[in-house]
């Protein structure tokens, strides 16, 4: 079994940046990907970025590339996603996971683990 807890969402001004965290416990020597969803309201949950965690390879999501950088402390068992350039359009909650996948999974299904979502709001 894997734990997931995150923090760092919050209420940012658009253009502002935001970091958000989640520390992993358990199980951690099964983990092959950590990733980042979002949900906004009334939409589908939708693929943020992922990152390798033995190797580091980040893929994100179309909407974020260039203005969203994933990274991962395997010593502090923490993975993060940096926010910079936020844009209304970013409001959601965001979650992050787990996978045991390699390859940079990107689908939903992929990941067995799940955190708790933080709230992030951009006013437009």
């Known amino acids: 079994q894997v734990q997931l807890v995150e923090s760092g969402g919050g209420l940012v001004q658009a253009g502002a940046s935001l970091r958000h965290s989640c520390a992993i416990s358990?199980?951690?020597?099964?983990?092959?990907?950590m990733g980042w969803f979002r949900q906004a309201p009334g939409k589908e949950r939708q693929f943020v970025a992922t990152?390798?965690?033995?190797?580091?390879?980040?893929f994100y999501g179309d909407s974020v590339k260039g203005r969203f950088t994933i990274s991962r402390d395997n010593a502090k068992n923490t993975v993060y996603l940096q926010m910079n350039s936020v844009k209304s359009e970013d409001t959601a909650v965001y979650y992050c996971?787990?996978?045991?996948?390699?390859?940079?999974?990107?689908?939903?299904?992929?990941?067995?683990?799940w955190g708790q979502g933080t709230q992030v709001t951009v006013p437009s």
């Open positions: 996971a787990a996978s045991y996948n390699l390859g940079g999974p990107t689908g939903q299904d992929e990941y067995a683990y």
């Open positions: 990152i390798g965690w033995i190797r580091g390879s980040a």
């Open positions: 358990g199980a951690t020597y099964t983990i092959r990907a």
